[in-house]
């Protein structure tokens, strides 16, 4: 596993906007229209941008999945973030749908611990190679860094199809929320 670098930037959101084309909660934050497929880049591109700068971006040495983590303690507000936020709203989410997607990002904020954590916000697997292992080997390194580094690690799924593999490396359900979909709260602590 090697840090991403802004080199890794397009690589990073090409593996997530592949592997979260069809997750029920990307997909409810994304404004679903014939624009869906640019938002969950836009989406990615938010994301990637945050996490380089309030966390860590991984990458498999084969270059085949990837991790984005935030570090919420880390986070600061300053003029960048707030245009990087009014981007996401506009572009990605929708103007008529802010206040939605603010009320779900609150009450999944109300699940997280107040002491430092790694929220693993999005990990994922180039899909033309997946089930290869690649994803539980990428996990694994992620997990031994966060350990190193003494940070539980917090997650969202609304995948139920991806609970097994999360609960295979010890992570906990804890919490759901029942949104148009259910979303899953694990932690690994």
Same mark, same amino acid.
């Given at each position: 596993?090697r840090?991403?670098?802004?080199?890794?930037?397009?690589?990073?959101?090409d593996?997530?906007?592949?592997?979260? %084309?069809d997750?029920?909660?990307?997909?409810?934050?994304?404004?679903?229209d014939q *624009?869906r497929? %640019?938002?969950?880049?836009?989406?990615? /591109?938010?994301?990637?941008?945050?996490?380089n700068?309030?966390?860590?971006?991984?990458?498999?040495?084969?270059?085949?999945?990837c991790?984005? @983590?935030?570090?919420p303690d880390k986070? *600061?507000?300053?003029?960048?973030?707030i245009?990087w %936020?009014?981007?996401?709203?506009?572009?990605? @989410?929708?103007? %008529?749908?802010?206040?939605?997607v603010?009320?779900?990002?609150?009450? @999944?904020?109300?699940?997280?611990? *107040?002491?430092?954590?790694?929220?693993?916000w999005? +990990? =994922?697997?180039?899909?033309?190679?997946?089930?290869?292992g +690649?994803?539980?080997?990428?996990?694994? /390194?992620? @997990?031994?860094?966060?350990?190193?580094e003494?940070?539980?690690i917090?997650?969202?799924?609304?995948?139920?199809?991806?609970?097994?593999f999360?609960?295979?490396? =010890?992570f906990?359900?804890?919490?759901?929320l029942?949104?148009?979909?259910k979303l899953?709260?694990l932690?690994?602590?």
């Amino acid at each position: 596993m090697r840090r991403a670098t802004v080199n890794d930037r397009q690589l990073v959101i090409d593996i997530l906007k592949k592997s979260f %084309d069809d997750n029920k909660s990307v997909n409810y934050v994304v404004k679903q229209d014939q *624009k869906r497929e %640019d938002r969950i880049k836009g989406l990615m /591109e938010y994301s990637f941008d945050l996490c380089n700068a309030f966390g860590e971006v991984w990458m498999s040495e084969d270059l085949q999945a990837c991790a984005l @983590i935030l570090f919420p303690d880390k986070k *600061k507000t300053s003029l960048r973030t707030i245009l990087w %936020d009014v981007k996401l709203a506009l572009s990605v @989410i929708g103007f %008529d749908r802010v206040s939605t997607v603010l009320k779900r990002e609150s009450m @999944i904020k109300t699940q997280h611990p *107040k002491e430092p954590f790694a929220y693993l916000w999005f +990990i =994922g697997v180039n899909p033309s190679k997946q089930g290869r292992g +690649i994803g539980s080997a990428f996990i694994q /390194e992620v @997990i031994d860094k966060c350990e190193t580094e003494r940070r539980p690690i917090y997650l969202e799924t609304s995948m139920e199809r991806n609970l097994p593999f999360y609960q295979k490396f =010890g992570f906990e359900i804890f919490q759901s929320l029942d949104l148009s979909y259910k979303l899953y709260h694990l932690r690994r602590v």
